[in-house]
């Protein structure tokens, strides 16, 4: 047996589809929610009829209603909530980041986050308990020069996550969250918007442990485990998944 059989997941944001597929072939039915209609339909085209596409801003509350009831719609019971969506700001020292972009990262990444635990909680209650696991990021662990709005947000992320699985424990529901390190995707390889460079064009990998760019496949492996059975007592708590960034530079090892 499958570990999502007859199970139903809402994964949000673009940037999931490593996500979608995994559940997927682990028996899920799964909703896309995400603001690109053209990529999240074309995605739930390719994998066919246990993969359904809904329209979904995540800094809206009506839209999260109407996205939750897409879900339970389609495929009855919600049983995950992934918070995927997220977006990063251009790099610029606090005295030079305006009102606007702040303002967007946090509506976004946070304000997200909390509208969709909101929406979900009630769905995931009926369906006798489940899992929400928040994407946030290892920038919510330390502090980043040029990045304030994302570092807050994901700080943020951490306090609200906390909150969320002491008031839904008892309905049988976990809250953990999964903070990524430098991750090879779009998010990293290509400039934010209003950006001139990625992260990854001044980013090296070399000097820590593990020295290599994370694939989304390592973040997609950790987060089916936080969202299945085999987590049933884990609830609250922090996986960091970065390589040994946030441990600094590793011992080199020795030449023969």
């Known amino acids: 047996m ?19 597929r995994a559940f997927h072939a682990e028996g899920a039915n799964v909703v896309i929610g995400d603001i690109d209609a053209g990529r999240g339909a074309a995605l739930a085209e ?12 995540v800094t809206d509350e009506g839209s999260w209603s109407a996205a939750l009831h897409a879900a339970e719609s389609a495929f ?3 049983h995950v909530l992934v918070n995927n969506a997220g977006v990063q700001n251009p790099p610029a020292p606090i005295e030079t980041t305006d009102r ?6 946090l509506d976004i990444n946070l304000t997200g986050t909390f509208l969709g635990t909101k929406a979900a909680a009630p769905a995931l209650r009926r369906a006798g308990g489940g899992a929400i696991v928040n994407i946030a990021s290892t920038m919510g662990l330390g502090g980043t020069a040029h990045y304030a709005p994302y570092v807050a947000s994901k700080w943020a992320v951490r306090g609200l996550t906390h909150t969320a699985a002491l008031e839904l424990g008892r309905d049988n529901i ?3 969250t999964i ?3 430098v991750i090879a995707t779009p998010f990293i390889q290509e400039p934010a918007a209003g950006a001139t460079a990625a992260i990854a064009d001044f980013y090296s990998p070399e000097p820590f442990a593990i020295p290599r760019l994370g694939e989304p496949a390592d973040v997609t492996r950790l987060l089916l485990f936080l969202a299945s059975s085999d987590a049933s007592f884990v609830t609250g708590s922090e996986y960091v ?9 590793a011992l080199q090892a020795e030449s023969a």
Request: proline fraction near 5%.
């Open 241 to 249: 998944i970065d390589g040994g960034l946030l441990l600094g530079p």
């Open 100 to 105: 606007t972009t702040w303002s967007r990262i």
């Open 2 to 20: 499958r570990r999502f059989d007859d199970q139903t997941v809402l994964v949000t944001g673009g940037q999931g589809s490593s996500h979608v």
């Open 179 to 181: 903070h990524p390190g």
């Open 46 to 57: 390719e994998l066919g009829p246990r993969v359904r596409f809904t329209h979904l801003d």
């Open 174 to 176: 976990r809250v953990n």
């Open 76 to 78: 009855g019971a919600l």
